[in-house]
């Protein structure tokens, strides 16, 4: 199947400081990206679809000026969270689609605010 | 939101066994796709099935959707070690533009 990367693995910042997970999309073109997050023995939660060249439609309670979602290229997207906070601690994962139906997944990043 | 309701939410079996799970959706779809994910890491796609198919199979999975139910079951059989993960599915609504609605998972642990 498809490989999507995402970087990096895992993070640890103070509070206050922001941080930029990559998302990216290894041997296929990915019009549309999703990032979730996931609290831990929690399912995923959408945080917003990217499609390339245009802005990120977020999810309802998202705050979109604290998640910002560029999606530069058809292989590239990126969520940088803003002035974090311990809240913010999560498991971030991305996923990507082509020309197909499925969406295949990064392996996620950890961020750990402290 | 989430949409898909799954359950069981643990189940525990023996190698050699078959572990079926659930999970139930309230919306109209596209397809309903399930994934596996092992602890802390990210998701294996397993196998998508649309809305006008009713059973699928791929090696040791089976999948069954059931529209009129809005249900959808998974099947392993001759579980393995290997298969402990949790197990979530994901519907993409006829109009959510691609977007994955996740269940909350089932998690399996098969022990040798």
């Known amino acids: 199947g498809a490989v999507v990367s995402q970087h990096p693995s895992r993070v640890i910042c103070k509070s206050g400081t922001s941080v930029k997970i990559e998302c990216r999309s290894l041997?296929?073109?990915?019009?549309?990206m999703f990032w979730y997050r996931q609290f831990p023995k929690q399912s995923l939660m959408l945080m917003a679809t990217?499609?390339?060249?245009?802005?990120?439609?977020?999810e309802q309670g998202v705050e979109k000026d604290k998640f910002l979602i560029n999606h530069a290229s058809l292989t590239l997207s990126t969520l940088t969270v803003t002035s974090a906070h311990p809240e913010d601690s999560s498991f971030y994962i991305c996923?990507?689609?082509?020309?197909?139906?499925?969406?295949?997944f990064g392996p996620g990043t950890r961020l750990l605010v402290l | 939101s989430q949409q898909g309701e799954e359950d069981p939410q643990a189940l525990s079996i023996q190698e050699g066994e078959n572990a079926t799970m659930n999970c139930s959706y309230k919306?109209?779809?596209?397809?309903l796709q399930w994934y596996r994910q092992n602890s802390g890491r990210g998701l294996v796609h397993l196998i998508l099935?649309?809305?006008?198919?009713r059973e699928k199979h791929s090696g040791r999975l089976r999948v069954t959707l059931d529209t009129s139910k809005k249900s959808s079951s998974l099947l392993i059989t001759a579980s393995r070690a290997a298969d402990t993960a949790s197990y979530f599915c994901?519907?993409?609504?006829?109009?959510?533009?691609?977007?994955?609605?996740f269940g909350a998972g089932t998690q399996v642990v098969v022990t040798p």
């Open positions: 990217s499609n390339e060249g245009s802005k990120a439609t977020y």
């Open positions: 919306t109209s779809i596209n397809n």
């Open positions: 099935i649309r809305s006008n198919e």
């Open positions: 041997d296929f073109q990915a019009t549309t």
């Open positions: 994901a519907t993409d609504g006829d109009d959510s533009w691609g977007k994955l609605q």
């Open positions: 996923s990507a689609s082509g020309q197909e139906e499925t969406q295949y």
